[in-house]
């Protein structure tokens, strides 16, 4: 069996869980958030825990198995803790500015760039030129903060870009003069 999917997800206190028709539905204080399950994996609410249980031991069940009960954890972290992603933007002459659910950013492009945070998603700006992408959802937050890296790639050479607050930039050496 898998490891991931055999191991109960303990539910916290103040968070409630509800199935119905292959619909797990998990409502906590920062929301609520829902997915639909693959029928050949049953869902159940015991004791304070969520267990997942698969019906066969074929290969497409037994990946679905651990990917449900991440899923679900995923959730209840979510509407518990909630989740982030902070982003850099590093460059000469680059700034970022959050207004209400809106980032405008001015990174080298002729014209400043901005982006609307999709529903459930807000923008905060912990320091001129970080921004933090937060929301109860880690599918939609991490999808977020990808399409705001994308918007410029870190260069190698300098490093402008954008890029997360943990990632290492790889630097390239420019070249030298030589006799």
């Known amino acids: 069996m898998s490891r991931i999917g055999r191991a109960p997800i303990a539910i916290p206190e103040g968070v409630t869980v509800d199935i119905k028709n292959n619909n797990v539905t998990v409502k906590g204080k920062l929301g609520s958030l829902s997915c639909e399950v693959v029928p050949s994996i049953s869902v159940a609410v015991e004791e304070n825990h969520i267990l997942c249980a698969r019906h066969s031991d074929v290969k497409t069940e037994r990946a679905l198995h651990g990917l449900t009960r991440a899923l679900i954890n995923n959730m209840v972290v979510g509407v518990t803790k909630g989740y982030e992603k902070a982003l850099i933007i590093s460059g000469v002459g680059y700034k970022a500015a959050v207004a209400g659910n809106k980032l405008t950013m ?34 939609l937050v991490g999808q977020t903060a990808a399409t705001i890296k994308a918007v410029k790639k870190v260069e190698p050479y300098h490093g402008y870009g954008i890029h997360y607050k943990d990632e290492v930039v790889v630097r390239k050496e420019g070249k030298t003069a030589g006799k």
């Open 106 to 139: 001015n990174i080298g492009f002729s014209h400043p760039v901005e982006i609307l945070a999709p529903e459930g998603i807000s923008f905060v700006q912990a320091a001129p030129l970080e921004i933090v992408v937060k929301g109860i959802d880690k599918q």
